[in-house]
């Protein structure tokens, strides 16, 4: 019987060494081929980067020129899409975990959201065409591909918030109710500064998410051209995804423009780790001023 039990032991570990290490090789291919992706782009579109390229216009049918139009437009509709996104899915939250709770309303909602989670963005986009720019009158438009955005990220927002306020610990919010506070009261000032820093990790999800978006946008807002920029909310703006898929599949010399291309791809790369990193920063400063404070 020692013997018996001594082998499974010795079984038992190797088994585990071996789901280890099958682990460790799946994170090493993750991590090996996004490294690939983006020694890639620097190489290819490292020479294409100048001050002229990012700070210009694009010109002569696009194979000259920059990009400063399709930063600006991205920028503009992932920042704008998290202002709409991003108070809208905390309030859900807010509802789904502290009023809702385990309701059958609440296990439909969760479900629902985690459905829109696995829908292709292809199909928030044609949404947004026929809604926000057909039924809506808003034609293409900045406010239209901000829209479409925000509802592709809440469930995102949704779901992070929610799994934010359920790591707030119970008694924070049984001290403030034995104190006199109200449910709102606690909420506001106990629950929602505790869980802020976890909800800015769905904020940046989604505003990563909303920055690479091509099919989202292209029957929304991104235009391939508009010499007059953004006039205002209801214009049509130029966005870095669309304007690299128009490169690449409908440009007037696709091989003039190949190194734009690639330029246009690390910038875009570049410009979601920047906003990532920002988000970060902001998330860990108030992780470590204490989300109770005020």
Request: aromatic letters at 8%; hydrophobic letters at 55%.
């Amino acid at each position: 019987m020692p013997r018996m039990s001594g082998e499974r032991v010795r079984l038992r570990t190797l088994r585990g060494v071996f789901i280890i290490g099958l682990l460790r090789l799946a994170a090493g291919i993750n991590v090996a081929a996004l490294l690939g992706v983006c020694l890639f782009l620097f190489w290819r579109g490292l020479p294409a980067i100048s001050w002229e390229f990012l700070l210009e216009g694009p010109r002569n049918s696009m194979t000259e020129g920059g990009i400063w139009p399709c930063i600006v437009g991205t920028l503009l509709l992932a920042f704008s899409s998290l202002l709409l996104s991003f108070p809208l899915g905390v309030a859900s939250a807010v509802y789904l975990h502290e009023y809702a709770g385990a309701s059958p309303l609440a296990r439909y909602i969760r479900l629902g959201v985690n459905n829109l989670a696995g829908v292709p963005s292809i199909v928030f986009g044609l949404f947004g065409m026929s809604f926000f720019v057909i039924t809506c009158g808003l034609g293409l438009s900045l406010l239209s591909g901000a829209l479409t955005l925000a509802v592709l990220t809440l469930p995102v927002i949704i779901s992070t918030a929610e799994e934010a306020l359920r790591q707030v610990p119970r008694a924070f919010r049984e001290a403030s109710l034995a104190l006199g506070a109200t449910q709102s009261q606690t909420i506001a000032r106990v629950a929602l500064p505790a869980a802020l820093p976890g909800m800015l990790t769905g904020a940046i999800l989604g505003l990563a998410r909303a920055s690479g978006e091509t099919a989202a946008i292209m029957f929304t807002a991104a235009v391939f051209f508009t010499p007059s920029g953004v006039s205002s909310i209801f214009s049509p703006v130029m966005a870095l995804p669309n304007h690299i898929y128009v490169l690449s599949t409908a440009g007037v010399d696709m091989e003039k423009t190949l190194p734009l291309q690639y330029g246009a791809a690390l910038s875009l790369l570049l410009l979601a780790l920047g906003m990532n990193l920002a988000a970060i920063i902001l998330r860990d400063r108030l992780q470590r001023g204490g989300g109770l404070r005020g």
